[in-house]
């Protein structure tokens, strides 16, 4: 029972344009929702948060919008950089659990 | 400069072997996590602990066992009953009273087994 998908396991996008990476959860008692940046033999780092009782948060050239009555949220990156080219994971946390659940990714190739 | 050691970045062992990952932070985190990362499915939690002799069973605990005798420390044993260990493992921490909920990443350990 996967409960965070990422269900586009790659996108590539032009140096400059805009990359939107989608996420799907099925939990509705999830709190808070994460994405995170990742390069092979790395540990991931994170990017950006947002609350479930918030639509939008943004910082710099990122964006996470969340739908709740479509149990969606997105990442947007504009513009889009070749260094932005790595794995993007979502995860989703119940805050009183501890628990976090991650997407099983997808991989950003930033075209120069 | 605080952060979340792992050690080493890469480690073989002989089928049959335990063998004990480490992992330690400096961050004053409550909260320590174990995840595996396989090729095309993301990152799966094994254990994670939320307070010093505690801990809890992640989605993919058989053939793990853990302990938390030190705040600053959860280091990982793979046992002979693990059935497919080679894998890349990350470390984590978070501390429960963060807005942003954000955890914080080990650079990983990619085990082989032979």
């Known amino acids: 029972d996967q409960q965070v998908k990422q269900n586009s396991p790659s996108l590539s996008v032009q140096e400059g344009r805009i990359s939107i990476l989608n996420c799907d959860y099925t939990n509705s008692m999830f709190d808070y929702f994460l994405w995170y940046k990742k390069y092979p033999a790395e540990g991931p780092t994170f990017l950006i948060s947002?609350?479930?009782?918030?639509d939008k948060n943004e910082d710099g050239r990122f964006t996470v919008f969340l739908n709740k009555s479509a149990k969606h949220l997105s990442l947007h990156i504009v513009p889009s950089q070749p260094g932005d080219s790595a794995v993007y994971f979502c995860a989703a946390i119940r805050r009183e659990t501890y628990k976090y659940i991650f997407g099983t990714g997808t991989r950003l190739k930033v075209l120069a | 400069d605080g952060g979340i050691t792992q050690s080493p970045k890469y480690l073989f062992r002989k089928e049959g072997q335990n063998v004990t990952l480490s992992c330690e932070q400096n961050l004053n985190h409550d909260a320590m996590y174990w995840y595996r990362q396989d090729p095309g499915q993301g990152l799966r939690l094994i254990y994670y602990?939320?307070?010093?002799?505690?801990?809890q069973k992640g989605d993919i605990a058989e053939g793990y066992s853990v302990s938390r005798e030190k705040k600053e420390s959860f280091p990982l044993t793979v046992t002979s009953a693990q059935k497919n260990p080679t894998a890349f493992y990350l470390c984590?921490?978070?501390?429960?009273?963060?807005?942003?909920?954000?955890?914080?990443f080990g650079p990983g350990t990619r085990l082989t087994v032979l």
């Open positions: 984590a921490s978070t501390h429960s009273a963060r807005r942003d909920n954000e955890q914080f």
């Open positions: 947002i609350s479930s009782i918030k």
């Open positions: 602990s939320q307070i010093v002799n505690d801990f």
